[in-house]
């Protein structure tokens, strides 16, 4: 089973949708990390959360600790927007541990 | 947020083959990751390194496998005798701040 599982794999939508990506997690953590990785390759951190929730710009996160779960919203979305979003969990108690990746999430928007 | 800058972007070599990858992290960092990304699976850990030392590795991360910190800034990351199945993206990283880790930009290996 992998530790950390992301929903949907693929996701498909219209510009100006409200995206929700998931993320579930079965190991001790000392944070989550949201990433972002564009089809030349490159990964980009978006957010590193520990608890509640973030926003920046259309982007919002949100974690729960104790049902093991996070979110990632994407507001009015854009073709721009198109990218793999990956989900990486930090594991033990270390703020300096390794990253344990999702297997993200394919998200294409439409114009 | 600052740039880490990894060469060469892409190689080709062939099987049996050592290759070196390099990474310039942001300066004064004493945590160093490498991972790596097999063409359609997901990201792996490989190894971090702390203060000059290899703090954890993975079992991916066997004896062809070496990491070091050459002059102080640059990082390398060297497999010894290269396999088809190493072909990967392999990304560096150090911690950054607000928004997590620095990435690299990767270095996209293809053993033939």
């Not at chain 1, 993320?23 to 990785?37: D, K």
């Not at chain 1, 104790?66 to 793999?84: C, F, G, N, W």
């Not at chain 1, 990956?86 to 541990?97: E, L, P």
């Not at chain 1, 999702?102 to 998200?107: D, H, K, N």
Request: with cysteine; charged share 15%.
């Amino acid at each position: 089973k992998n530790e950390v599982e992301q929903s949907p794999q693929n996701l498909t939508a219209q510009e100006g949708e409200f995206i929700t990506i998931n993320c579930s997690y079965s190991v001790g953590i000392s944070a989550l990390h949201w990433l972002q990785q564009h089809p030349g390759g490159g990964i980009v951190s978006l957010f590193m959360l520990s608890s509640g929730k973030k926003k920046h710009g259309r982007l919002i996160a949100t974690i729960n600790i104790q049902e093991k779960h996070s979110s990632l919203h994407i507001t009015a979305s854009h073709p721009r927007d198109s990218a793999v979003y990956i989900c990486a969990v930090r594991s033990g108690s270390s703020n300096t541990g390794k990253l344990i990746f999702g297997q993200g999430t394919t998200l294409q928007v439409k114009p | 947020e600052p740039e880490v800058t990894q060469t060469p972007s892409h190689q080709v070599t062939q099987m049996g083959q050592e290759v070196i990858l390099r990474c310039v992290p942001i300066s004064n960092h004493l945590y160093f990751y490498w991972y790596r990304q097999i063409l359609g699976q997901k990201v792996e850990f490989l190894v971090s390194f702390y203060n000059n030392e290899i703090s954890e590795k993975s079992e991916i991360f066997d004896d062809q496998f070496s990491v070091e910190r050459p002059d102080g800034s640059n990082f390398t990351l060297k497999i010894r005798s290269t396999k088809l199945e190493d072909s990967a993206m392999y990304f560096c990283a150090t911690p950054g701040t607000v928004y997590g880790y620095t990435f690299g930009s990767g270095t996209r290996l293809t053993v033939v």
